[in-house]
Every structure is written in structure tokens, then in C-alpha cells.
């Protein structure tokens, strides 16, 4: 299967384990298609690609929960519905 998903993402498998390990990052628009792939929920998948994207900028500052709170803010502020 992971020979198939990586060819659905158009990577090589070995950059397809680096992904499943954590050791590389899936781009947006691979983290849809294997949703797609793999008939899970895009949303869902693409808010727990999102949360790790958060975490690798701020995880080690002091700041972090003051500034997420602030982001918070800022989005709900200007959330366009």
C-alpha cells in the first residue's frame, strides 16, 4: 500500500516513510490526498497537519500560550464568513 500512496502523492517511497516516521513534513496538498486515499476525513486530517505545523514554530518559546491566545483573537476577529 505505502508503494500506492506514494505513487498517488507523486514522491518516492522512501520520501513517503520519511513522512509516515516524521521525519519530513506532507505538504497541504498531499495531506488531502492521502485523506482521499485512505477515506478518512480531510478536515480532521488537515487540523491535525495544521497543529503540528503550529507546534514546530512555537513549541520551545515561552511566549507560546500568549501568543496562540493573541492568534485566537486575531482569527476570530477577522474571520470572514
Known amino acids: 500500500m ?5 505513487a498517488d502523492l507523486e514522491i518516492d517511497t522512501p520520501m513517503f516513510s520519511k513522512i509516515e516516521r516524521g521525519e519530513r513534513r506532507a505538504k497541504r496538498e498531499q495531506v488531502q490526498k ?5 477515506k478518512v476525513d480531510t478536515q480532521e486530517l488537515l487540523t491535525l497537519w495544521l497543529t503540528d505545523q503550529i507546534l514546530e514554530v512555537v513549541a520551545d518559546e515561552d511566549q507560546a500560550l500568549q501568543a496562540l491566545k493573541i ?3 486575531d482569527i476570530k476577529t477577522n474571520k470572514k464568513d
Open 34 to 38: 492521502i485523506a482521499a486515499l485512505l
Open 2 to 6: 505505502e508503494e500506492q500512496v506514494s
Open 71 to 73: 492568534a485566537i483573537k
